[in-house]
C-alpha cells in the first residue's frame, strides 16, 4: 500500500511541475510577444516620421547653405563684397572682390543689394570682377 501512495505522490508531483512549467512558458511566450509588438510599433513610428517627406522650405537652411530655389544678394561689408543668401542676413560666401574696385553702377547696385537669380549668375559675375 506503500507503494501506491508513494507513485500517487510522485505521479502528483509530475503532473504539477508541468503545469507550472507551462504556465512559465506562456507567461513567457506572451511577454515575449508584447515586447515584440512594442518593437515593430516603435520601429513603424520611426520609419513612418523617417520616410515621410517634409515639404521643402521656401526659406534658406538655418547653417548658411543655400537651397535650389534660393536667390543670392550681393552687398558690401567692409570694402567688400559679400554673398548673402535670399533673407538678406544669412551670407553664404565672403569674397574678396573690393568695393570700390567696381563700376559705380555696380557699387550702386550692390549698395541696394545687387539680385543674383540664381548661382549660375552669381558665379558668372564673381568670376567677371574677381582679380
Same mark, same amino acid.
Given at each position: 500500500?506503500?507503494?501506491?501512495?508513494?507513485?500517487?505522490?510522485?505521479?502528483?508531483?509530475?503532473?504539477? $511541475? %508541468?503545469? !507550472?512549467? /507551462?504556465?512559465?512558458?506562456?507567461?513567457?511566450?506572451?511577454? #515575449?510577444?508584447?515586447?515584440?509588438?512594442?518593437?515593430?510599433?516603435?520601429?513603424?513610428?520611426?520609419?513612418?516620421?523617417?520616410?515621410?517627406?517634409?515639404?521643402?522650405?521656401?526659406?534658406?537652411?538655418?547653417?548658411?547653405?543655400?537651397?535650389?530655389?534660393?536667390?543670392?544678394? $550681393? %552687398?558690401? !561689408?567692409? /570694402?567688400?563684397?559679400?554673398?548673402?543668401?535670399?533673407?538678406? #542676413?544669412?551670407p553664404y560666401e565672403y569674397t574678396d572682390i573690393k568695393y570700390d574696385e567696381l563700376p559705380a553702377e555696380?557699387?550702386?547696385?550692390?549698395?541696394?543689394?545687387?539680385?543674383?537669380?540664381?548661382?549660375?549668375?552669381?558665379?558668372?559675375?564673381?568670376?567677371?570682377?574677381?582679380?
Amino acid at each position: 500500500m506503500r507503494n501506491k501512495y508513494g507513485i500517487g505522490f510522485f505521479g502528483v508531483m509530475i503532473v504539477c $511541475l %508541468m503545469l !507550472v512549467t /507551462g504556465a512559465y512558458q506562456l507567461s513567457y511566450q506572451r511577454a #515575449k510577444e508584447k515586447s515584440e509588438m512594442k518593437v515593430a510599433e516603435e520601429t513603424r513610428t520611426q520609419d513612418v516620421t523617417v520616410t515621410t517627406p517634409e515639404p521643402a522650405p521656401a526659406t534658406v537652411a538655418a547653417d548658411g547653405q543655400a537651397l535650389k530655389e534660393d536667390c543670392y544678394y $550681393l %552687398m558690401e !561689408v567692409n /570694402g567688400y563684397v559679400v554673398v548673402y543668401l535670399s533673407d538678406k #542676413k544669412t551670407p553664404y560666401e565672403y569674397t574678396d572682390i573690393k568695393y570700390d574696385e567696381l563700376p559705380a553702377e555696380i557699387r550702386d547696385e550692390i549698395r541696394n543689394g545687387k539680385y543674383m537669380e540664381d548661382a549660375k549668375t552669381l558665379y558668372g559675375f564673381l568670376e567677371n570682377y574677381s582679380s
